[in-house]
């Protein structure tokens, strides 16, 4: 596909409060993620998130994120939220990350060092839609604000992929001129406490997602949507 008709898809992931799952939604956001894993400091329980789901406009996604936690947990927030994709953080394989028929995303460590190849993620997951790649590992969490070495992305993926850990306002367009991802995913970035998003740097993240779109005269292609 031409440049030129490509639109980075933006997620905000680790909202808490209703106000800015209503702003995200006016800002054209494509989905908010709710975090479920525990020791987060953005870490929701089902009833918070089903309420805050509530406040999500129609046809925006709601991602539930989760890194190890049990099936029952997953069912359960699967039962009371009604996500539209599932977001796996930790060790799970993709026998688990299956178990709950709805699509999911991978979140690959990108904070140790160079991940597998692409070849190799998708022979090990290859019920997974997409791939995130985000700065956890050695010893760092999701929703860390931290960024990896983007020049580390695996190639050969086949699936769209998420660029995420330690976006910004300041580092978007760059971020997304650099890498041409399917999409972003930002947390720290667009807070001022964790788990308290700020309406201003919403505002100029997407902007700055949408200024890096923005490239009429750019014939290059996207390969496979964003897929290395
Ligand atoms: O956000 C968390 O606290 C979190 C904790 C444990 C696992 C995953 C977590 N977040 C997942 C995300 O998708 C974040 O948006 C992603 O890690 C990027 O965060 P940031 O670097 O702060 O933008």
């Not at 709710?34 to 991602?63: C, K, N, T, W």
Request: hydrophobic share 40%; charged share 25%; net charge negative.
């Amino acid at each position: 596909m031409p440049r030129s008709l490509f639109r980075t898809r933006i997620k905000f992931c680790g909202l808490t409060r209703a106000g800015d799952v209503r702003l995200a939604s006016e800002l054209g956001v494509d989905a908010v993620g709710f975090v479920f894993a525990q020791g987060s400091p953005r870490r929701i329980h089902a009833a918070e998130a089903r309420a805050l789901r509530e406040a999500l406009a129609p046809l925006v996604d709601a991602v539930a994120v989760f890194r190890d936690n049990s099936a029952e947990e997953v069912r359960e927030v699967v039962r009371q939220v009604k996500p539209s994709l599932l977001q796996f953080h930790g060790g799970e394989d993709d026998a688990f990350c299956r178990r709950f028929d709805l699509p999911y995303v991978k979140a690959v460590a990108m904070g140790a060092g160079a991940p597998a190849s692409g070849p190799a993620l998708l022979a090990a997951f290859p019920g997974a839609s997409a791939f995130l790649f985000d700065s956890h590992g050695g010893g760092h969490d999701g929703g860390s604000g931290r960024c990896f070495d983007w020049s580390a992305l695996p190639a050969g993926l086949g699936r769209p992929f998420l660029l995420s850990g330690g976006l910004t306002p300041d580092n978007a367009h760059d971020a997304v001129a650099t890498t041409q991802p399917w999409g972003v995913d930002v947390s720290s970035g667009i807070e001022t406490a964790p788990g308290l998003k700020d309406g201003e740097r919403m505002r100029a993240f997407v902007s700055e997602v949408r200024r890096a779109d923005c490239r009429p005269d750019d014939d290059a292609t996207s390969p496979e949507g964003g897929a290395r």
